[in-house]
Structures are given as structure tokens and as C-alpha cells.
């Protein structure tokens, strides 16, 4: 009987063989005949009749339907607390293909109490194709949102979760990576409870852990460098729990085999990866995803790492999800900031560099950049050349004439303000920045003279009181000893050393007080057109006046002269914006820029070419219509963006 189902389930691996067999019409017999063998207590009876149903199923997932009409499920049930682990294996591995193919029987397996409680006993287990074979169980009963949350209440406390994050960590890789597979299926489900339990017991630090280790063999291949040595293999390696436990006296042929293998097996394959950075990419849509991410000070180095290995088309998918999980860790300011001071958007724009122009991904790559810049106006209009009405200048805010875009070979970073204004005066670049502060008031009050010492108490006879001269003393050398000790505490502090700050744009504050009065108080400005109309006048005749066409074509705007004068002045490359009195197109929308954000009117910044610059405005009054604001030739003109006078503004230089 044995041997007859045994050539029968090698039978089952081919199609051919497959079709034959079922041909003659004798199905329901076979089955009949499985279900039979299945209920034996014979032990190699019930191992290869288990392997038929098992390879029955993979090759017609219809069989699944039929086999639940024969109440097959009942009978698993009771197998799956068989005494022998290898019958309980083959039992987990039919439950995973019945689930896998009908929800019939994936949700009947579920509703059973104690169903979980053995597949996480069996998760726990020592042998390693005891685990393989529950978790690959595992994850196909979690495909249903109801069996997602059966497993998370009937397991009680978190203890479900808690072995599927050790499941999660551990070394057998076939069942690390069904663990993950049924963390993402749980996931996907959006429940906040469920993903509460889950943070709660450390998966963000466990997908970390995941991909810091990184696919060291596809490293090695890109920096062209051997694996890693075998004292930085991860003990979790079964060739190194093996070596560890090799004799010293043992032969060097078998060391040094098991240390090749040990540092050739030393990394996550791209599967592992691509699964543990969609679950870190859901958990960070929770601000205590995020806020566990920061506990973890490698965390900008590890997904910057990654997303530095997924270039080409064989890493397709993994690109996409890292840059779904850098997108959504990026909405929290902290972690945007330490990504980008990791090299994060330096490899975001090689991503986009070396991407078609239509791929799926660069759309990705661009929303994940407006995330993290979206904190940091600086560093977008550096990168992007746009800011929108919702990104407002502040102080600090600061930009660079002569912009050269980053490129997928040079790594250019923008230099910081501090680095910019030191070093002395030079003619290669000049930076522009916005401190709007308000100038300090002399303080001229008198002084107030000191307080008279108090008078000493006298006692009845009307004497003065003497102090124990004891007591005295004892103040004396207390007081000492205080300073001593003050003043070797002192000494051990590390010198503080000044933080740097920009010079104060008093100008500056002086021009957003003033048309704070003049525009936005007016009662003669009712709209927001007429208040646009109006600080574009004003800012022209902060820098300047107008000019036509030919006076900028025949360099008749000295504005070089002026700012090589201001930073002679200086003696920094570093301006402040509200200090120019004569601008080009640049200098002028920047200011307009500065000026409108602090008088909440919505409006734009783009870069073109040289010094070309321009600011657009949703007038309310033409249909909601984005129009152009003029500040060169005629100040105050709102013009619509398609019509031939705008773009010749948009493409001067």
C-alpha cells in the first residue's frame, strides 16, 4: 500500500503523468483511497499519502474544493499534534495548499481554538523543517482578514506576534522568509490595533536588523570587494554555529570549508529584503513607527546603504519598495534630516538618474525628495528648482547664483551658510539669505543707583550685635572650599564652542513692517490680486525700477558692480537679500518670495537659466488661472503663463 501511493506521489511532479492517471474518470476513487490512507496510524502510511495530497493540490489547485467536501480539514486538525514531527511537517504543508487555494478551508483551519497555539508551538520548534513547514502554513491562513484577526486575538497578549518576530530573525532563511511574508499579510490589512501589538514587540528593529545586514554578495560584486571576514558573520549562520563548535584539533581542510561557506551564506537574499522594506515602509505610516526608527542611530546609514544597491532592472522591485518606506519615514522632520545628512537624497537622484523617464519608480523617487524637502526649503529649491505656495521661506532660507545640477556621476551637496560666508571674498558664487531681525533699541534709561547695605541689627541696649567670630570663620572656609571645587568642575568642562549665526537682516525687517502697513492693512487693497499687483511695485522699486527689454539686453542693470560691492563690504560671500538695492530677475523674485510668505499670500518660486528667476499667482479673478507676476518690465502685470510675452520672461538670461 505504501510503496503503491509512494510511486503515485512521485507521479503527481509530472503534468503528463498527472493527466493520465486522472484521465479514466476514477477521481473521487483516488480520493476516497487518500482520504483513507490519511486516516491510518500507520506512520509511512500517513508521511506519503500526505506528500499525494500535497502534490495533488500544487498540480490542481480544483482539488482543494473537493478534498474540503470530504471534510479533510477535521483530519489535519488531529494531525497536526501527531508524535511524529515528520507526519505533523507534511500536515503543515498540506494545510498551507489547501489554504493557498480555497478560503473555504483557510478560514475553517482558522476558526479552530487551538489551531494557532500548535502552528506557533510547531514555529518554536528545533527541527528546521518543523518551521519551514508551520510558517509556510502561517502565511497563507493570513491572507484573510478574519484569520488575521483570530491569530491576533486567540493568541492572547502578543504572544502570536512576539514568535512570528523571532520567526522573523531567525536562520533558516526558507522560514525567515515565510515569517515576513505572514507579517505583510497582517499588515496589509491596515488595522491600528493589530500594528500597535506589532510595534510594541520591536518589528521595526527587527526589519533594521534585516536590512543592515544587507545582500552582502551583491555588495561584493558592485564594489568589487570579497565577503565580509568570518568575525563579522552573523551568529545565526548555521556554518558558523558549526564552526563554532569545531574542535581545535579538527582538520584545516573541514575549517576552512565551513568558513568559505559561512561568508559566502553571510547575507539577506533580495526576497528577504524586498519583504522586510514593504513592512518597514507600512509601519512608518504611524508616527510611532517613526519615532522607533529614530531609536535606532543607524537607521539613515542602513536605508541609504540599501537604496544604494538597487540600481538596474534585476532590482526593480526592491527600488520601489525602498523608496516606499523612505517616502512615508520622511513625513517626520528628524528622520528627513539625518537621511539627508546620511547621503539619502544623493542616491535618490542616481535612482532618478538612472532610471527611463516614464518608469514607475521615478514618479516614486520624486515624491520620496519632495518629502523629505518639504522641512527644508533650502535644500528643495537647491535640488528642485520650484517651491510652491505651501513651502515657506524662513529665516535661514538661503540660495546660491550659478546653480549647477546635481548629476548621477559628481556628488555635489550644498554647502552650508556657515562654510559659504567664510574663506574670504570670491568672485566664483555668491549666495543669497533671508534673516529678517529686528534692529535692537539703545537703551537709554539711567541707571538705577545700588540698593544701601542693610544697617547690622542692634539688640535692646541699643550695641551692635557681634557675630561668633567661630561661626564666622567656619562660613569663610566653607565658601572656599565651595569655589575650589566650582573651579575644578569648571576646568573638566569641555570649552563651549559659539554657534554660528548669520549677520542680521535688519532691511529686511524693516520692508515686511512696512508692507505689512501699507498692503495688507490697506483698505484701498480689498483682494488678494490687488495686494499682489501692489508688492510687485514695491519690490521693483526696492531693486531698482523698471526696465525694458533692451536696457537688460545691453547690460544696463549694474547689479554685478552692486554685489561685488555689498560682499567687499561684507566681507562675505553671503548677502543678505534685503540689502540689495539693484536686482535682476533672481534678486527680485526672491524677495517677492521672502516678502509674500510673510504676508500669507500664497505664490511660487521658480529657477530658470543664469539669474533668471519668476514668481506665479493663482488669480482668483480669471478662474482660479496661474499667472505669471511681472517685477522687471512692468511691475505689478499679472501675465498668463502660455502667452509669448511670459515666456520670454521665463527664458531670459
Known amino acids: 500500500h505504501t510503496l503503491v501511493l509512494d510511486t503515485m506521489a512521485r507521479m503527481m511532479r509530472d503534468r503528463e503523468s498527472f493527466e493520465m492517471m486522472f484521465d479514466n474518470g476514477d477521481t473521487q476513487k483516488v480520493l476516497d483511497v ?4 490519511v486516516t491510518k496510524s500507520n506512520k509511512e502510511v500517513l508521511e506519503v499519502a500526505l506528500t499525494f495530497l500535497s502534490a495533488l493540490i500544487h498540480q490542481d489547485p ?45 478560514e475553517k483551519f482558522a476558526s479552530h481554538d487551538d489551531f494557532f ?5 510547531h514555529m518554536e520548534c528545533e527541527t528546521t523543517v518543523m518551521r519551514e513547514a508551520a510558517t509556510y502554513a502561517l502565511v497563507f491562513i493570513m491572507k484573510s482578514k478574519s484569520n488575521c484577526k483570530n491569530f491576533m486575538s486567540n493568541t492572547g497578549n502578543g504572544i502570536g506576534a512576539e514568535v512570528l518576530r523571532r520567526s522573523a530573525q531567525e536562520s533558516c532563511l526558507l522560514a525567515q522568509k515565510n515569517a515576513l511574508n505572514a507579517v505583510l499579510q497582517i499588515l496589509t490589512h491596515h488595522e491600528p490595533d493589530w500594528d500597535a501589538v506589532l510595534l510594541e514587540k520591536g518589528y521595526v528593529e527587527a526589519m533594521l536588523t534585516i536590512l543592515e545586514s544587507g545582500d552582502r554578495l551583491s555588495m561584493s560584486r558592485i564594489s568589487g570587494k570579497p565577503p565580509p571576514a568570518i568575525e563579522d558573520v552573523t551568529p545565526g549562520n548555521p556554518y558558523k554555529q558549526r564552526l563554532d ?19 559566502s551564506m553571510s547575507f539577506v537574499p533580495r526576497e528577504l529584503m524586498i519583504v ?10 504611524y508616527a510611532e513607527g517613526r519615532q522607533k526608527l529614530l531609536e535606532n542611530a543607524k537607521f539613515a546609514e542602513t536605508l541609504t546603504k540599501n537604496l544604494a544597491q538597487c540600481h538596474g532592472e534585476a532590482r526593480r522591485q526592491e527600488r520601489f519598495v525602498m523608496c516606499q518606506a523612505i517616502r512615508h519615514a520622511c513625513q517626520d522632520w528628524d528622520v528627513a534630516r539625518m537621511f539627508t545628512e546620511a547621503g539619502g537624497l544623493v542616491e535618490l537622484h542616481n535612482v532618478l538618474a538612472s532610471l527611463p523617464e516614464f518608469a514607475r519608480e521615478c514618479s516614486l523617487a520624486t515624491s520620496c525628495i519632495t518629502a523629505i524637502l518639504n522641512h527644508n526649503p533650502t535644500m528643495l529649491y537647491w535640488l528642485m528648482g520650484t517651491l510652491r505656495c505651501s513651502h515657506v521661506t524662513q529665516n535661514g532660507f538661503y540660495t546660491m547664483a550659478h546653480y549647477k545640477p546635481v548629476s548621477a556621476s559628481v556628488k ?37 543707583p545700588a540698593e544701601p547695605a542693610p544697617e547690622p541689627v542692634k539688640d535692646r541696649t541699643g550695641s551692635k550685635m557681634a557675630k561668633p567670630i567661630k561661626k564666622k570663620k567656619l562660613e569663610k572656609e566653607l565658601t572656599a572650599k565651595e569655589d575650589l571645587i566650582a573651579a575644578e568642575a569648571k576646568s573638566q568642562e569641555p570649552a563651549l564652542v559659539p554657534v554660528w549665526t548669520p549677520a542680521p537682516d535688519h532691511d529686511l525687517w524693516l520692508m515686511i513692517d512696512e508692507v505689512t502697513e501699507t498692503i495688507m492693512r490697506s483698505s484701498l487693497l480689498p483682494s488678494a490680486n490687488l495686494k499682489v499687483r501692489q508688492l510687485a511695485v514695491y519690490v521693483s522699486a526696492r531693486m531698482g525700477g523698471a526696465f525694458t527689454e533692451l536696457d537688460v539686453r545691453q547690460g544696463k542693470i549694474l ?5 561685488a560691492e555689498l560682499k567687499a563690504t561684507q566681507k562675505s560671500n553671503a548677502i543678505p537679500l534685503g540689502m540689495i538695492r539693484c536686482g535682476t530677475f533672481m534678486h527680485r523674485a526672491l524677495l517677492f518670495k521672502a ?25 482668483i479673478d480669471v478662474q482660479h488661472r496661474e499667472q505669471l507676476v511681472d517685477l522687471m518690465y512692468k511691475p505689478g502685470a499679472l501675465l498668463d503663463l502660455d502667452t509669448p510675452v511670459a515666456q520670454r520672461y521665463m527664458r531670459f538670461h
Open 34 to 37: 487518500l482520504k483513507d490512507a
Open 62 to 106: 480544483t482539488f482543494s474544493s473537493k478534498l474540503y467536501d470530504m471534510n479533510i480539514v477535521p483530519i489535519c486538525q488531529g494531525l497536526l499534534i501527531h508524535e511524529s514531527e515528520v507526519v505533523v511537517a507534511k500536515t503543515c504543508s498540506l494545510v498551507g495548499a489547501l489554504a493557498k487555494h480555497s478560503l473555504l478551508c483557510s
Open 117 to 121: 497555539q500548535h502552528i506557533l508551538s
Open 245 to 263: 563548535v569545531l574542535p581545535l584539533d579538527a582538520d584545516p581542510v573541514i575549517r576552512r570549508m565551513l568558513e568559505v561557506r559561512a561568508r
Open 276 to 285: 522586510a522594506a514593504a513592512c518597514l515602509g507600512h509601519f512608518m505610516t
Open 412 to 448: 555635489q551637496v550644498l554647502p552650508s551658510l556657515e562654510e559659504l560666508s567664510k574663506g574670504g571674498v570670491s568672485n566664483a558664487f555668491t549666495a543669497y539669505y533671508t534673516n529678517a531681525v529686528q534692529s535692537e533699541p539703545v537703551n537709554s534709561a539711567t541707571p538705577q
Open 559 to 563: 547689479h554685478l558692480e552692486h554685489i
Open 595 to 619: 516678502l509674500a510668505d510673510r504676508l500669507f499670500l500664497p505664490c511660487t518660486l521658480h529657477r530658470g537659466a543664469g539669474y533668471t528667476a519668476w514668481n506665479t499667482f493663482q488669480c
